[in-house]
């Protein structure tokens, strides 16, 4: 029953857990396959030596092989989704085909999500084949959208990213599989997009990121060859310290122990706040070993690279999931959120905050809870980011201007609002790792629910500046001609 105590699941993949169940053994020993094929595909498939039908094929068939050697039968359902929106955007018209994609990709993958849990009861599944089906869910309704864009809308409609982005003719079935299935990504991530992975797979993704800045004033005089061995390193580095820090911190604060007897009936307020804090930064270095362990394997394939820092560095974070330095020093619940599951929070900006036309925070919240999953833990975590949002925005838009004037408050006002910020978020995301009603009720009841209270007594009481339209929409390219003439 979801109302048993359950033990901790990870967000997104959900397989690290432990390190001694055959199912995250088998995750840990795919991605490290894949990180060795990535290296030999960049250096034997190279595409200046290997054709793009070649490359495609390869990078699928590995892909659906690791899937097959995780899941088994469950992987399945991953083929089944792949094959029904393929159909979809082959037959379907342009005016509805990311209409179509979106309701079934993501009825589908409720469906999976519920009879996984609800009907089949199995709870917390080492077989948990829901993460794939997530990643993939993310890239068909992705590609929907800007398929959609740039053969169904007009140009001076779209938004400067979207036109960007737009997809001007429909892929090939050995292109969607291949974006959908390849082995970089398909067992944890992240989303990209389209023209993105063409443009890798076809040779052209470095020299087009190079072109859309100006390369030469960077100090090169002709097009560079960036390798990605150095981002690599440095990502395999980080991987193997959150792996450690998984092995000892997250092992002594389990998530398990908020509903102790301890923590609810004995410990003081003080104390549960700062164990709250605690056991919610050790649940952290499991998501960090396998976003950053995803971005590595993508690295080495030569998929990643997104240009010239102002330093005149290569950058190798197109495909980062997240920002560790960011998310540790974040002065904003906003800014958290920004650089956590970067490639999630941008796909649920691109196909539901930047086009729905009415409640995009509130709309957005529930796809993102949709999306994760049933677990009830997950709709609290997301019921209560929709209230600390609106009151941090709140707040920030009444007091920060009065921290402006001179270093010193500013400096006060900084330290004042991460650790609020850092709270917050352990407050807001415990539910969902804990995933069931009656621990969530516990822990909440044993905080006296009081960030919901202030946050309530915040939106109430202080005043509603209101948001300027352009911070809400994004430019169209007609409005910036409007704004010209």
Known sequence: MFLQKPSSEVLTPRWLDGITDPMEVNFVACQLSALCAAFWF?????PGETSPAVRHAFATIFGIY??????????????????MCYGIMVTASISNIHRYSFF??????????????????YGILTTDFSGPLMIVTQKITTLAFQVHDGLGRRAE??????HRLA????????????????????????CNNFKDYIAFIEGR??????????????????????????????????????LLLFLTL??????????????????????????????????????YFAWTLADAVNNAAGFGFSGVD???NFSWDLLSNLNIWKIETATSFKMYVENWNIQTATWLKRVCYERVPWYPTVLTFILSALWHGVYPGYYFTFLTGILITLAARTVRKNYRHYFLSSKALKAVYDIVTWAVTQLAVSYTVAPFVMLAVEPTISLYKSMYFYLHIISLLIILFLPIKPQAHNQRWPQTLNSVNKKMD
């Open 167 to 190: 997809v001007k003719a429909k892929p090939s079935f050995l292109e969607y599989v291949s974006y959908l299935l390849n082995f970089m990504s398909v067992i944890a991530g992240p």
């Open 157 to 162: 409609d779209l938004s400067s990213e979207q």
């Open 66 to 83: 690791f899937v097959i050697f995780c899941f088994g039968w469950y992987s399945v359902h991953l083929f089944v989704l792949v094959l």
């Open 310 to 312: 102002k330093n005149g």
């Open 205 to 242: 993704h470095t020299h087009m990121k190079l072109l859309e800045v100006n390369w030469k004033e960077k100090g090169f005089h002709s097009l560079p060859e960036p390798s990605p061995t150095g981002a690599v390193m440095h990502k395999l580095c980080v991987t193997l310290v959150s």
């Open 250 to 287: 997250t092992k002594t604060f389990p998530v398990t122990s908020l509903v102790d007897d301890w923590f609810v009936h004995e410990a003081n307020f003080l104390t549960r706040l700062c164990y709250l804090y605690i056991v919610m930064q050790a649940s952290k270095p499991k998501y």
């Open 104 to 121: 079934v990709a993501m009825g589908y993958l409720t469906i999976c999500h519920i009879s996984r849990i609800y009907i089949f009861h």
């Open 42 to 46: 960049r250096l034997y498939l190279s």
